[in-house]
């Protein structure tokens, strides 16, 4: 005989089954993408082993390539977009979680070949998942999302590289970026000497850029020109998510045995430098990826961000959306009108 939590739990999926949740769709259209907001039932969801109430997600660069049909981010259509999530689990296959459990999800690809976090229910595998840090809420997650996840494992490759706060001033390119701002904010709260580049249509963030912490900016037009072998030592460290020739000047102007934690092309995927600064001044570059980072670094840097990023600093980097609003602000990022960092509420 069922036990009343049994009929309750089978009451529950019998309802979940047939009602409608709204998801943002991304579909092939008749002259390129088409999205919009439908309704949804569980069954339309793909089979992975954790269903999640999601209560927010984000919109990131790599979600304006993908809306902008550029990149070919999103590898399967239909689908759901959305490389971040926070939320509930609901069911679960898996004996990680249970519900009830509160978790997020970042990157594995999911939003390009899994199904994401733009809607109200997603299933996800289990796999990818973290639980939610102790005392942090779904919103405060998303506040941080791929963006600040990014931004610390940029801080945790240039501290595992001996980069110290005494050390000498550290750089952040693509400062008013969503990644570039929370590294800012990060860099700073630990101490250290914060440097932003911001290209000259962002020049007008310098305010908020020092109510994160910068101490100084840089920029202007010899960034976008191929610099020499090595030019004069400036910096300790470096946080870059521009790529090409920012990237490559920032090699060539860092200080003896500097690290560069490299993570983006916001400006381009193109490097010519030479081997100079490697072989002269003992300089490291270190790739660094969110998207199939190891879930031991992973829980390891979400850790941090519990107590590393200060939650004034990610309310001035951040701004709420609604679900519908999604393929504008897109637009808006692949247009440069974007600063700091998007949430998404798929419940709004
Ligand atoms: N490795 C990973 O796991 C990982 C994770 C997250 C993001 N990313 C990558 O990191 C990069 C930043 O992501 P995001 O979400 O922070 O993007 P975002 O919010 O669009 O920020 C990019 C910033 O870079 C600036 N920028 C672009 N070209 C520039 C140039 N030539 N000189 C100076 N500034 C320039 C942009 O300013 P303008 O708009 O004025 O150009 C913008 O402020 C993207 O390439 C993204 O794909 C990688």
Redesign the pocket.
């Known amino acids: 005989m069922l036990s009343l939590r049994q009929v309750f739990k089978e009451g529950v999926r019998g309802m979940m089954k047939t009602e409608t949740f709204r998801a943002l769709v991304v579909d092939k259209g008749d002259t390129g993408l088409v999205a919009a907001v439908k309704p949804l039932t569980v069954s339309d969801l793909p089979d992975e082993d954790v269903l999640i109430q999601v209560d927010y997600s984000t919109l990131?660069?790599?979600e304006?390539?993908g809306f902008a049909n550029r990149n070919k981010i999103f590898r399967i259509l239909p689908i759901v977009p959305g490389l971040d999530l926070a939320g509930t689990v609901v069911e679960s296959k898996s004996c990680r979680y249970k519900p009830g459990d509160p978790v997020i999800l970042n990157?594995w690809s999911v939003g390009e070949r899994y199904w994401g976090g733009y809607a109200q229910m997603a299933r996800i595998k289990s796999d990818f998942l973290i639980p939610l840090p102790k005392g942090m809420d779904t919103l405060k997650a998303m506040y941080i999302g791929?963006?600040g996840?990014?931004a610390m494992?940029c801080v945790m490759t240039l501290e595992q590289a001996g980069v110290t706060p005494d050390g000498g001033p550290v750089v952040v390119?693509?400062?008013?970026?969503?990644?570039?701002?929370n590294a800012v904010a990060i860099l700073a709260h630990l101490g250290y000497d914060v440097t932003a580049?911001?290209?000259?249509?962002?020049a007008f963030?310098h305010d908020f850029l020092r109510e994160l912490g910068a101490k100084a900016f840089v920029?202007g037009d010899k960034?976008?020109q191929t610099p020499s072998p090595l030019e004069s030592q400036r910096w300790a460290g470096a946080v870059d998510?521009?790529?090409?020739?920012?990237l490559a000047r920032v090699i060539s102007e860092m200080n003896y045995g500097g690290c560069v934690a490299a993570?983006?092309?916001?400006?381009?995927i193109d490097l010519s430098l030479t081997v100079m600064p490697f072989i002269l001044r003992g300089v490291s570059l270190r790739?660094?990826?969110?998207?199939w980072?190891p879930y031991e670094r992973r829980v390891a840097a979400w850790e941090r961000l519990a107590k590393d990023i200060p939650d004034a600093a990610l309310k001035k980097i951040n701004r709420i959306i609604k679900l519908d609003e999604v393929p504008h602000y897109a637009a808006q990022?692949?247009?440069?009108?974007?600063?700091?960092?998007i949430v998404v509420d798929v419940n709004a």
Not at 173 to 181: K, N, Q
Not at 263 to 268: I, K, N, S, T
């Open positions: 990131n660069y790599k304006g390539l990157g791929t963006a996840y990014t494992l390119t693509g400062a008013a970026g969503g990644v570039g701002s580049l911001v290209s000259a249509r962002k963030t920029g960034w976008a998510t521009v790529g090409t020739t920012v993570c983006g092309l916001a400006g381009g790739g660094v990826d969110s998207v980072c990022i692949m247009a440069g009108k974007v600063v700091g960092h």
